[in-house]
C-alpha cells in the first residue's frame, strides 16, 4: 500500500450532499450560543448563525458541524432509516418504565413529630397527639392496593411525621409487602430524623434491607436552628443515628438531604463542607417547597428564585473543588438532570416526567387511608385543597385511582410536548410538568412557563450544566461521571 | 426580519407599543408563539392590521425598558419563524419516530413486522461483500 491517491479528498466526497432535517427543539444558551436537542434529548451547541444556515441548508456538505449533527441525529442522508431506528430505540428506552405503571409508594405510618422545624412540608401534629396514626387495618389495605398495581420494581418510603414514632405499622408494611410481592423487587426507605432510632429498629433495618434517609441541613447552628426539638440537639441526634446506622447497615446504608432556607443562602459552602465532614457521598440542594407548613412559614424563611439560583451555582462549585481536591461528591438534583441530559436511561424524578409522575409513577397513602397522587398532593390536602386525592384504601379499588379521578385529565392536558412555553422549549426532552407545583403557585395545574418559579429554577440549571460541559473541562469531566 | 420602515413606534400615552411584522416574512403562529413568551413583562396583544402583523406591548412595570422587549421581540420572533420552518420538514418523521418507538409493530419497514428475527431477510448476519467478486449483489454472500 501507498497511501491514498492524491485525488482523495477525504471522506466528505462521499457523503450526499442532500440531507433531511430530522426533529429537533432548539433555543438560546446564552449571547453567544444556542443549544439543539434531538428527540431523545442528545444535544449540541452552535452560534445562531450556524442554525440557521443548517435549517435552511446553506452548509457546505463537507462541514465538519454537519458530520456531528448527523452523529446525533439531527440529520440523515439518503433516507438511511438507521437514525430513526436510533432515535426511537432511544425513545423508547427512556419511556420504557412507563409500561410497569407507578413503582414509587409513599406510605404515611403516623402525622406525629418530635421535631417542630419551621419549613415542615407536611402539616405535622405534636408527638403524644392522638388520632393521627395508622391503623393496622388501614395499612394492610395499602399494601394489599399497591400490590394490585403491575410494577415488578417497588420502591416502599415511609414519610411523615416520623415514622418512628409509630414503628409497629412499619414493621407491619414491611412483613406484609415481603410475604405477598411475589418475586417482585421491592425497596425499602425509611425518611427518619433518627433522634428515635434504637438497636431493636437498627436490627430491623438490617434483616430486612431497609435504607435510611435523613435530614443533615448544614453545620450545628444552621440545623439547630431550622429544626428544633426539646434540648435544641436535632444535630447530635440526627449525627449519632447516621453513625449507628453506619456501623450496624453498612456506610452506604443512610443518606441525607437538606432543605435550603433562607438561612441557607449565605453558606453553602459551610452546607457542603459539613457533608463532606461526615463522610456523605452526595448532597441535594433542594429548594424549599411551597407545601405544608412551608407555605404559612413563607415570609419568614422563604426566598426569591434568584436567590436560590447563586446558592446552587455556589454550593456546585464547592462540590466540584472537593471533588478537584480528590473528595468524590455528587450532587443530586445534576445527576438527575445529567442522566436526562447524557445517557437515555429512563427517568424516574417524579416532577421531572412528561406525562405527568403524579400517581402514574407515585402514591402516597396517608395515615387515615386516603390516597394521594403525589406526597405533594398529601400536604396539599393538609392546608385544605384535595385537588390530587384519588380516593381512600377502604374504598377505592386499583383501577378507580385512576380511571375514576381526574389523574388522566391532569396527565393528559400536562404534557409538556404540548404545552406553550414547553412544546418548542430544547429542554424539554428532560424536563416535566409538576402540576401540583404549578396548582399552588399559580393556581392552574398547566401553569404560565414565562412566569413560572419551576420553569425559571429548572432552565437556569440546566443552562448553568450544560455551560460547564461546554466550557469547563475540568467540571465537564466530574460531571459526566455523576451521569452514570 | 422587521426594517426600518416597520420599526416600532412609540409608545402611546397609554404605554402600549405597537411592532409591527411583515406578514410576507412572519406568520402569525411566529409571532404569537414569541409574544407569548413576553407575557410575564408585558401585557400582549397580537392583531392584523391592513394585513400587517402587529404584536402590542405595555411593559407592566417602569422598570422595563420598551425598547429592550422590542428588540428581543424581534429576535424571538426570528426564533420562532425558524422553527416552523423545522417543523414543517420534520413533522412528518417525527410522527413516524414516536409511533415506531410506541408501537408493538415495526412501522418504519412494514416487510419486517412478522418476520421471525432467524430468518435474516435482509442478510444482516451474512459476511460482508467480497471486492473480488464484480457481480455480487449487495444482500449475497461472497463467491466461494
Known amino acids: ?484 | 426580519m422587521a426594517s426600518e420602515s416597520q420599526s416600532p413606534t412609540p409608545p402611546e400615552e397609554d404605554g402600549w407599543i405597537v411592532v409591527p411584522f411583515a406578514k410576507e416574512v412572519y406568520s402569525i403562529n411566529a409571532v404569537l408563539k414569541a409574544a407569548y413568551r413576553f407575557t410575564h413583562r408585558a401585557y400582549v396583544k397580537v392583531e392584523l392590521n391592513n394585513g400587517q402583523i402587529e404584536a402590542h406591548l405595555r411593559p407592566k412595570t417602569t422598570e422595563e425598558s420598551g425598547v429592550t422587549l422590542t428588540r428581543e421581540l424581534f429576535n424571538e420572533a426570528l426564533d420562532q419563524q425558524l422553527r416552523e420552518t423545522l417543523a414543517r420538514e420534520t413533522q412528518s418523521v417525527r410522527d413516524l419516530i414516536l409511533g415506531h418507538a410506541l408501537s408493538e409493530t415495526n412501522l418504519l419497514d412494514a416487510e419486517l413486522t412478522d418476520v421471525d428475527s432467524g430468518a435474516d431477510p435482509l442478510g444482516i448476519g451474512r459476511p460482508a461483500l467480497s471486492f473480488r467478486d464484480p457481480n455480487s449483489s449487495q444482500h449475497s454472500a461472497p463467491t466461494p
Open chain 1, 1 to 484: 500500500m501507498t497511501g491514498l491517491a492524491p485525488s482523495f479528498g477525504g471522506a466528505s466526497e462521499f457523503l450526499d450532499p442532500q440531507y433531511e432535517l430530522l426533529p429537533f427543539r432548539f433555543m438560546r444558551l446564552d449571547e453567544g450560543r444556542y443549544v439543539a436537542t434531538n428527540l431523545a434529548g442528545d444535544y449540541l451547541c452552535l452560534s445562531r448563525e450556524q442554525l440557521a444556515a443548517f435549517i435552511e441548508k446553506r452548509l457546505p456538505a463537507n462541514d465538519r458541524l454537519l458530520n456531528d449533527l448527523e452523529a446525533r441525529q439531527f440529520l440523515r442522508r439518503g433516507y438511511d432509516l438507521a437514525p430513526l431506528e436510533l432515535l426511537a430505540a432511544q425513545y423508547r428506552t427512556q419511556q420504557s418504565q412507563r409500561r410497569w405503571f407507578t413503582s414509587l409508594h409513599l406510605f404515611v405510618g403516623t402525622l406525629r413529630c418530635d421535631h417542630s422545624c419551621q419549613y415542615c412540608q407536611v402539616s405535622r401534629a405534636h408527638d403524644a397527639a392522638a388520632g393521627y396514626d395508622m391503623t393496622p387495618e388501614t395499612a394492610d389495605r395499602a399494601v394489599d392496593l399497591m400490590l394490585e398495581g403491575p410494577s415488578p420494581q417497588l420502591k416502599v418510603e415511609f414519610q411523615g411525621g416520623e415514622p418512628l414514632l409509630n414503628f409497629p405499622i412499619v414493621e407491619r408494611i414491611v412483613r406484609r409487602t415481603k410475604a405477598q410481592a411475589e418475586g417482585r423487587f421491592v425497596q425499602f426507605v425509611v425518611a427518619t430524623n433518627l433522634a428515635l432510632l434504637d438497636d431493636g429498629k437498627l436490627k430491623f433495618f438490617s434483616q430486612h434491607g431497609i435504607k435510611v434517609s435523613t435530614s443533615l441541613d448544614g453545620p450545628r447552628e444552621l440545623h439547630n436552628r431550622n429544626r428544633p426539638r426539646p434540648g435544641r440537639d436535632a444535630y447530635e441526634a440526627t449525627l449519632r443515628g447516621i453513625q449507628r446506622c453506619r456501623e450496624q447497615l453498612g456506610h452506604e446504608s443512610v443518606s441525607a438531604l437538606l432543605t435550603c432556607t433562607a438561612d441557607s443562602l449565605r453558606q453553602p459552602e459551610a452546607i457542603v463542607d459539613e457533608y463532606v465532614a461526615q463522610g456523605f457521598r452526595s448532597i441535594f440542594l433542594r429548594h424549599i417547597s411551597p407545601y405544608g407548613f412551608a407555605a404559612r412559614s413563607q415570609q419568614r424563611i422563604g426566598y426569591e428564585t434568584e436567590q436560590f439560583l447563586e446558592f446552587y451555582r455556589r454550593g456546585l462549585a464547592r462540590i466540584l473543588w472537593h471533588n478537584q481536591q480528590g473528595y468524590p461528591l455528587r450532587e443530586t438534583y445534576a445527576s438527575i438532570l445529567l442522566n436526562r441530559i447524557l445517557t437515555t436511561a429512563p427517568p424516574g424524578y417524579v416532577d421531572l416526567l412528561s406525562p405527568t409522575g403524579l400517581g402514574l409513577n407515585c402514591l402516597a397513602y396517608d395515615y387515615d387511608g386516603d390516597v394521594y397522587a403525589s406526597d405533594e398532593g398529601r400536604m396539599l390536602a393538609q392546608m385544605g385543597d384535595d385537588s390530587f386525592r384519588l380516593g381512600n384504601v377502604h374504598q377505592t379499588r386499583w383501577r378507580d385511582l385512576f380511571l375514576e379521578s381526574e389523574l388522566l385529565t391532569i396527565a393528559d392536558e400536562t404534557m409538556t410536548e404540548g404545552m406553550p412555553g414547553c412544546a418548542d422549549c430544547a429542554f424539554q426532552p428532560y424536563c416535566g410538568s409538576d402540576p401540583v407545583f404549578h396548582h399552588v403557585t399559580q393556581g392552574d395545574r398547566v401553569g404560565h412557563r414565562p412566569s413560572s418559579a419551576f420553569c425559571r429554577r429548572n432552565m437556569e440549571i440546566m443552562r448553568h450544566l450544560i455551560r460547564s460541559l461546554e466550557d469547563d473541562a475540568c467540571a465537564a469531566r466530574i460531571l459526566r461521571q455523576w451521569a452514570l
